[in-house]
């Protein structure tokens, strides 16, 4: 699986939001942290915070923060919540009947769960 650069620009602020453990943050200062494109991770900080992931305070002194524990979310939510799509292979997809050894094949039933396994996490 390859994940979408958004992806890894969401679990980087969540990291980061977590290691303040509650202050506030910019967007602008996670961005120079981490040598990333303001621009791009405040497209993701939005769609962050219409996910319900953080919550941002307006204003002088304002920034975001987590609006969750840590401990509450998952890599597996996130990717899911950034990725468009999850699948991994085209013969997994639901409905998908395509692969003329599908009753028999043992890769597309280890994929299925090797994903569900990463999700989990």
Known sequence: MRLAVQTGYALQLLMYLAWTKGRLATVAEIAGTYNISLNHLTKVAHELGLAGYIVGV??????????????AITVGEIVRTTEADTTL?????????SCPLIQACVLRQSVMMAS???FQV
Do not use: M, S, V, Y
Not at 89 to 97: A, Q, S, V
């Open 116 to 118: 569900a396994a990463f």
């Open 58 to 71: 307006r204003g002088r002194g304002g920034g975001i923060r987590l609006a969750k524990p840590p401990e």
């Open 89 to 97: 292979l085209e013969c997994i997809r639901p409905g998908d009947t």
